[in-house]
């Protein structure tokens, strides 16, 4: 298993960005919009509206915009993007609407364009042991692979598979459940928790608290959408 510095860096081995209009889906707090920008991409983020308050709070760069909406309801033209990326967002689709945002997401795609989705995938003594008090989300995740793999036969062709992981640090993990949990007076038992696991592990490793590292593993697919013709 390979392992990169950041999805970023994922993304640049595979995918060519310069000129390109690109919808980042679930964009968060815009960071990789920003990077996607900063490639030379006409990059859009879309998410809800809370979200995007923070995404446009951080400092612009050239080229990016943001659009409140949903995976489920794209509002964007027919066939008017070269890449649509989903990080370590589609799992958060109800199952129910996955059909009906991969639907939209063939829609809007060009003929050859890109549909890449980056999901975090579970593993024992990963980084999702921590991620899994705030939200076990492992079977949804599952669910989300299910359905995209599914598009073989819909019209968008698997272009590329990989599974690498980054290193995340438990500073790195504070800062995740800062962002994601809306409600303060969870963050300090979750914090806790997470503290004594990590504490354990470091220990099992024969590293020190602060120098331990998780391995966060990711899976990420690339799909090409077909020529109708």
């Not at 920003?34 to 995007?52: H, V």
């Not at 999901?119 to 995740?141: F, M, N």
């Not at 692979?145 to 272009?159: C, N």
């Amino acid at each position: 298993m390979k392992k990169h510095l950041a999805v970023h860096e994922a993304l640049s081995a595979h995918l060519s960005l310069a000129g390109k209009t690109v919808i980042d889906v679930g964009c968060g707090n815009g960071d990789s919009v920003r990077w996607l920008a900063a490639q030379g991409a006409r990059a859009t983020g879309l998410d809800r509206p809370e979200m995007l308050a923070r995404a446009r709070a951080a400092s612009p760069a050239a080229g990016e915009t943001y659009v409140s909406g949903v995976a489920q309801s794209l509002p964007f033209a027919d066939a008017c993007a070269d890449l649509i990326l989903y990080q370590a967002s589609f799992h958060h689709v109800p199952p129910g609407e996955m059909e009906r945002a991969l639907g939209e997401c063939r829609r809007v795609l060009k003929e050859g364009g890109r549909a890449v989705f980056v999901e975090p995938v579970y593993r024992a003594g990963a980084y999702t042991e921590l991620t899994r008090l705030v939200e076990d989300e492992s079977e949804v995740q599952k669910k989300a692979y299910e359905a995209i793999i599914s598009q073989t036969a819909m019209g968008l062709v698997m272009a590329a598979e990989e599974i690498f992981f980054l290193e995340r640090s438990f500073a790195d993990y504070e800062r995740l459940v800062d962002f994601f949990v809306a409600d303060a007076s969870r963050r300090p038992g979750i914090v806790a928790s997470a503290r004594k696991i990590t504490e354990e592990f470091s220990a099992a490793a024969g590293l020190s608290f602060d120098r331990f590292r998780y391995r966060s593993v990711c899976r990420m697919n690339i799909l090409r959408k077909e020529s109708s013709v």
